[in-house]
């Protein structure tokens, strides 16, 4: 069998190094990737699988791609799952003989992604590692954010820690999951962690997640004596996942990281809970149908002017805060924004056009920042003070705090400005990055360089008068160097001492000894200025990275003022006012409107507020009314306004005063899970019992249609119960929109429950929507002028009508509902199917039905009638 040969063997060298990476190996002006990894190259990118031959005997698999589009395609396969080595020529082959030296220089995965193209700048990209406890009642759980040098921790403990860790991972969304190598064997186990999101799974070596090992490893990377600055001291296991993630980093990146100089712990009974379910009901960051940014709350107050903002707001708004002196000082601050439309305008405009510092501060701590982000992160900084002058005269206590720390970093804008170019270009290797009298050897070796340069003008000049060809030139390439060129209809006037180096189709290429000697000179200069530029740019950027502490502290800063700014805005614009939170167990609405709903209607379509009461004293508002009136968006509303003021927002009303929601809640519809054989009732069902496990009488609690995937009394039965339970033992402050009109009763039995209602006003055979909640009960639902709305064939609506009439006649009495004028009296059973049915159809939510759950209740309800016609002998 043939040897290998040596390219061939070194790119199997490093294979074996990262054999879980598919490794893009640089082979001139293409990433060329081999055997397996071609494989999966050519399938997951769409590119052609070629072969190449290595010896007599050896061909492998292969599939490349240019070296100027890589990054797309690295995007491609990290957005899938892959982890990703490249490996660059560390030689320039030009000046080399033999096999040019490799070596991996970045190794990506989804959670370590850093480079800007490849990172959407308004979202974190987590990296988050799980330590689990041996008796499986702890969790630690550590995230980082490698982009921006973000890195925190929590220790999840108790019962119900591992349900708190999956929420925790549906908040976080991580891009990538590292595990003990023994749990990510569990595939139930590793599968409840997923979700359903796209993570990869990572698994390391079991001793990384030992406490004691883990900690040795945190105070060694930050050079301290204890953790207790940190916060996690005393906290075993989320120093475990601290360590671990830390571990798994620095094990696969070629950086020394030096922008993780800190780690934060928090605890989640700090902010609001919020379930995942809670999150998607209330479209805080995404809409429930299309899954889009646009729609959501987060959408409405997104009025930031930076991506370390936009970031900043989207975290406030999925952990409100439940501290009531955090809350009102981010009040205070907002409050003194909409008050000075000046100073917020005056923000709004510094604000504006500002790099993102958190991401560029990452890139230089990673080691792989260019020149253009430090002229970026210079601009950044001197806007500072102007800032800072216009926070002069701040009032609150946050925006006076800002003020004071926002760190001008004069040093560091000063070593900038002296070294680096105004507009250097993108690629290191190209030159003209250094300014002139930074370095003297590089001013000496630039002015050389001109010599040569006039030189070489000079001896154009020189040999044009000594031939008498106008036409000649002299030129360069990288293959012959320097050269003079003529057409070759004039080669035969020049001298003998001309040497012939290339002929063209057009010109003869040739070199004099004068031109030879000199051109060793002029390279050399060329290339010393080209290496001493980059040896220069990297100790600048060796410098910066001192102080990146400092400069993270700017980014954080600016981050906050850009979210209090953009309150205010969103206040200014929207006529929010200020909200009072107190520690009670009020929550007391005036002329509340839904932030999302009011943006969406038809210019000059007004938004009609309603008011909303809750407290011990009548903490169950069962709500009745028709589809389409509003029943809804009413319940969401109360929800939506008071996690907006826990996050420190003003809200849309007239007045809110809001008691301290621990937990909110919202079971506002549920879908299929067909791949997991859960119904939407039993989904319904799994929804509503996590609420009353985890409700407290402190928590906000907002329920729609419980009970309507099952039969009519099964259904009733069960919402029944529900209201009864959160009532009598939960005691938690809810809104429980219903059809079934018999829960109303509940206000004459239970004494914190009162009726509301949706108005209506019926004018002959249509019904108005008043979007109004007024007190008392609805006594019908309106569902077949509903489905008139929507479009169902007119002899369906009257014969729709013809049965409802029979059927409330039936109720009053012992008469049955009569049937069709040619058919026989139907028979009880008959009847009672018939009724559930009509029930059904009548309970359909079309507003938030999705067209594959319409298709299999569809199919439902024509088996169904399908068996009834049968009993009645009918045809099908």
Request: glycine residues 6%; neutral net charge; proline residues 5%.
């Amino acid at each position: 069998m043939s040897a290998e040969t040596p390219m061939l063997a070194q790119y199997r060298r490093i294979k074996a190094r990262f054999p879980d990476a598919i490794v893009m190996f640089r082979l001139g002006d293409f990433y060329e990737m081999f055997e397996e990894d071609a494989k999966i190259a050519a399938r997951e990118l769409e590119l052609a699988l070629t072969s190449r031959a290595f010896s007599k005997d050896i061909r492998l698999p292969m599939a490349g791609v240019p070296a100027h589009h890589v990054t797309s395609y690295i995007g491609k396969l990290i957005a899938k799952g892959y982890k990703v080595a490249i490996v660059e020529q560390l030689e320039d082959p030009k000046k080399v003989k033999r096999l040019v030296k490799r070596d991996v220089v970045r190794v990506i995965t989804p959670g370590t992604v850093v480079e800007e193209a490849l990172l959407r700048d308004r979202l974190e990209n987590y990296l988050a590692a799980v330590a689990p406890s041996p008796d499986g009642r702890a969790f630690g759980l550590a995230a980082m954010d490698l982009s921006t040098g973000e890195f925190f921790t929590t220790q999840l403990e108790g019962p119900e820690a591992e349900q708190a860790l999956m929420e925790e991972l549906a908040r976080l969304s991580p891009a990538e999951l590292v595990l003990p190598e023994s749990r990510a064997r569990e595939e139930a186990w590793v599968a409840r962690l997923k979700g359903e999101r796209t993570v990869r799974i990572s698994p390391v070596a079991d001793a990384a997640f030992d406490p004691e090992q883990a900690r040795r490893s945190l105070l060694e990377h930050f050079g301290v004596a204890s953790l207790q600055p940190f916060g996690c001291e005393g906290l075993p296991w989320a120093i475990a996942a601290a360590g671990a993630a830390l571990h798994y980093v620095k094990s696969s990146q070629i950086s020394d990281l030096r922008h993780l100089r800190h780690l934060s712990t928090y605890h989640r009974d700090a902010f609001m809970g919020l379930d995942p379910i809670t999150r998607r009901n209330l479209e805080l960051t995404e809409t429930i149908r299309e899954r889009r940014t646009e729609g959501s709350l987060f959408a409405v107050l997104n009025h930031t002017a930076t991506a370390m903002g936009a970031r900043l707001l989207r975290r406030w708004l999925l952990q409100p805060l439940v501290d009531i002196e955090a809350i009102r000082m981010r009040l205070d601050a907002v409050e003194e924004l909409v008050r000075d439309g000046l100073l917020r305008q005056d923000l709004r405009r510094l604000l504006d056009g500002l790099y993102d510092v958190e991401r560029l501060v990452g890139r230089i701590g990673f080691g792989n920042a260019n020149a253009r982000d430090l002229v970026a992160l210079k601009r950044t900084l001197q806007r500072i003070p102007q800032i800072r002058s216009r926070l002069l005269w701040a009032q609150s206590a946050r925006l006076q705090a800002l003020r004071d720390a926002l760190d001008p970093c004069v040093e560091v804008v000063s070593l900038i400005d002296r070294a680096i170019v105004d507009d250097p270009p993108i690629l290191l290797r190209e030159g003209g990055l250094i300014k002139p009298g930074y370095h003297e050897e590089l001013d000496r070796l630039r002015r050389a360089e001109e010599e040569g340069r006039r030189w070489l003008a000079e001896l154009e000049q020189r040999e044009r008068a000594r031939t008498g060809i106008d036409s000649l030139r002299v030129r360069y390439n990288e293959i012959f160097g320097f050269f003079i060129e003529v057409p070759r209809s004039k080669a035969n006037q020049v001298p003998a001492d001309y040497e012939r180096r290339a002929t063209i189709t057009h010109a003869e290429r040739f070199v004099t000894p004068e031109l030879k000697a000199r051109e060793t000179q002029i390279l050399a200069t060329r290339e010393r200025i080209e290496d001493l530029e980059y040896e220069l740019f990297v100790e600048i950027r060796g410098k910066v990275a001192e102080h990146i502490e400092r400069l993270q502290g700017v980014a954080r800063h600016l981050a906050e003022l850009d979210v209090y700014q953009a309150l205010a805005e969103a206040a200014a614009r929207y006529g929010y006012t200020r909200p009072i939170v107190e520690e009670s167990d009020r929550i007391e609405i005036r002329e509340g409107r839904h932030p999302m709903v009011e943006r969406c209607l038809p210019p000059g379509e007004p938004f009609v507020p309603n008011d909303a009461e809750l407290s011990h004293a009548c903490r169950l508002i069962i709500l009745t009314g028709p589809n389409l009136s509003g029943k809804s968006v009413y319940i969401r509303q109360v929800a939506l306004i008071a996690l907006m003021a826990q996050m420190g927002s003003f809200v849309p009303a007239r007045s809110a005063r809001i008691g301290v929601v621990d937990r909110l809640f919202a079971r506002v519809g549920a879908s299929d899970d067909i791949t997991a054989g859960i119904s939407t009732f039993m989904a319904e069902m799994m929804e509503t019992a996590y609420i009353l496990h985890h409700a407290t009488p402190r928590s906000l609690v907002i329920l729609d249609e419980v009970g309507r995937g099952t039969s009519t009394y099964d259904g009733m039965s069960l919402a029944w119960a529900v209201a009864e339970a959160l009532h009598d033992e939960v005691q938690a402050r809810t809104l429980f929109a219903t059809h079934y009109h018999e829960l109303t009763r509940l206000a004459e039995r239970l004494e914190g429950a009162i009726n509301m209602t949706m108005a209506v006003r019926e004018v002959g055979d249509q019904v108005v929507f008043l979007r109004r909640v007024v007190p008392g009960a609805a006594d019908k639902s309106y569902g077949i002028h509903v489905a008139r709305l929507a479009g169902l064939p007119d002899w369906v609506i009257r014969r729709a009508q013809q049965i409802l009439a029979e059927l409330e006649g039936a109720r009053r009495g012992p008469e049955l509902p009569a049937a069709r004028p040619e058919q026989p009296p139907a028979l009880p059973r008959e009847f009672e199917e018939a009724y559930r049915l009509l029930q059904e159809l009548l309970g359909l939510d079309l507003v938030n039905i999705t067209p594959l759950q319409a298709l299999l209740v569809l199919n439902e309800f024509q088996t169904r009638w399908r068996q009834l016609l049968s009993l009645r002998g009918e045809p099908r």
